[in-house]
């Protein structure tokens, strides 16, 4: 199982060891849950897919009603995130690195739009700081 010799190392070495590899994040979140679950390294790889899956779906929702606020459209967007290409990709291929940074980079994109659009909100108001600056958002 790809991703499990890794784990192995890291439970011997400690989680320094996830620095010394190309996907230093990913390693320390499943060295996370090896170490909050009882599970054995092989039962934490198993799951991380799961997890993952959880997870993008939870971030797509989130990124698609921060930016369009429709609820019903952001949750027909999780619902096509759970069975799109890169999810039958990454549960075949198993690349759970891969699958997790795009969860990973979906987080600050939804918050940049959150606050996008909070700053639209407070434009009409003349007490906003930012109405003033020059560049800032229309």
Not at 119 to 126: A, G, K, T, W
């Amino acid at each position: 199982i790809p991703y499990y010799d890794w784990l192995k190392e890291m439970m011997q070495e400690g989680p320094q060891l996830a620095f010394r590899t190309d996907r230093p994040v990913f390693n320390l979140l499943m060295y996370s849950v090896k170490c909050v679950t009882p599970l054995s390294p092989q039962d934490v790889v198993r799951i991380m897919p799961i997890i993952l899956a959880v997870c993008l779906s939870l971030v797509v929702f989130w990124f698609v009603k921060a930016g369009t606020g429709d609820s019903r459209l952001a949750l027909l967007s999780s619902l096509f995130s759970s069975f799109s290409f890169q999810t039958t990709v990454s549960i075949f291929a198993y690349y759970l690195a891969t699958w997790f940074a795009i969860a990973e980079i979906l987080l600050p994109i939804s918050q940049v739009v959150l606050f996008r659009a909070r700053v639209l909100e407070q434009s009409e108001h003349p007490t906003n700081p930012f109405h003033a600056l020059p560049g800032s958002l229309p």
